[in-house]
């Protein structure tokens, strides 16, 4: 099998790559590919040494998939030029997450959504992922009304400009670039993204639309507010949903911790509750601090952590393309 991974060198390629060896991918063809500055650039994995070649030379090699973390311009150019020559694209950005005719998928939820002639399959957002596995079960079992979203971001999410602009502010020194207007050191502001004409972020934003086309379920109500914090480990999220019927908190409790991929970590008398030091290399989603909403009808609120750039990003994709593989034998 060829199995390209387009974007390499960054942050969230360079965890992709690391997945397919931990998922056995490790003996496959895999081409790395990447922009002209980081061609030829030698990139260990599974013990071997690979060679970064270019976008239209991974093309050339026709690969069965093509797992894409190279932004959204770059998905746009490249994404329909793979799929010409029949190759699967599992593509991280945003280019094709609100295209009614994309499969928008995280595989423990809707893998049912993907066709066998889809080409290219759109991963969600990093905080969008967490959020809707932690309540999946809850929404296939009461169905879902409203969901009041805070977002706690890891810089992470913002590149390896932000890690490096983290490291100089704590070391006392100028960044030689900068990710952020403002110091994130001992600091925190509620911005993700870019602001829109009304006011939101198109983080915040993509909380809410790919929520409802996940669950396919346009009624549901969503707001958010999005905050980027300084840590590495992953993101967090307070979350409080309404939902359709009333529940038994012990209901709730067994359902999210049955939920595949989900890990129920909430016993407040021991002050246990998700952290993203311990989400950190990790791919399964923490929930904790449930209870029941007593200011609203059928409402509880959780606390969701996962690593955004493993489940949230790499590992969500190596797991579309794993579940492509099983459909398609």
Avoid at 34 to 48: L, P, V, Y
Avoid at 51 to 62: G, L, N, P, R, T
């Amino acid at each position: 099998m060829k199995i390209a991974v387009v974007g390499a060198t960054g942050l969230v390629g360079r965890e992709m790559l690391t997945v397919l060896a931990e998922r056995g991918f490790g003996n496959e063809e895999i081409i790395p590919a990447a922009s002209e500055r980081s061609i030829g650039k030698k990139i260990d994995f599974a013990g071997r040494t690979l060679s970064v070649v270019s976008v239209a030379d991974a093309i050339a090699a026709k690969p069965d998939y093509a797992i894409f973390s190279a932004g959204a311009a770059a998905s746009r150019q490249y994404a329909p030029l793979f799929a010409k020559v029949s190759t699967t694209v599992v593509d991280n950005s945003s280019a094709w997450r609100k295209d009614p005719k994309i499969p928008l998928v995280v595989p423990e939820i809707n893998i049912s959504a993907v066709k066998d002639s889809d080409r290219i399959i759109a991963n969600p957002n990093c905080s969008t992922i967490q959020m809707v596995l932690a309540i999946s079960a809850l929404e296939r079992e009461y169905g879902i009304r409203r969901l009041v979203i805070s977002t706690y971001q890891s810089i992470t999410g913002t590149g390896i400009k932000a890690v490096r602009q983290l490291e100089a502010e704590e070391q006392g020194i100028e960044p030689a670039e900068r990710a952020y207007t403002y110091s994130i050191h001992r600091n925190l502001f509620p911005h993700g993204g870019d602001f829109l004409p009304d006011g939101y972020t198109t983080e915040e934003q993509k909380l809410v639309d790919e929520t409802r086309k996940i669950f396919a379920d346009p009624s549901i109500a969503i707001t958010a507010t999005v905050v980027r914090v300084p840590v590495v480990g992953g993101h967090s999220e307070a979350v409080n949903v309404e939902l359709l019927r009333d529940f038994e908190l012990n209901d709730v409790r067994r359902l999210i911790a049955e939920t595949p991929g989900v890990i129920l970590y909430d016993d407040p008398e021991k002050n246990l509750y998700p952290m993203p030091i311990l989400s950190h290399h990790r791919d399964e989603v923490w929930v904790g601090r449930l209870r029941r909403d007593p200011s609203q009808p059928n409402s509880l609120n959780l606390w969701v952590v996962a690593d955004n750039i493993r489940k949230g990003a790499a590992t969500n994709a190596v797991q579309i393309m794993q579940e492509l593989i099983k459909l398609r034998k």
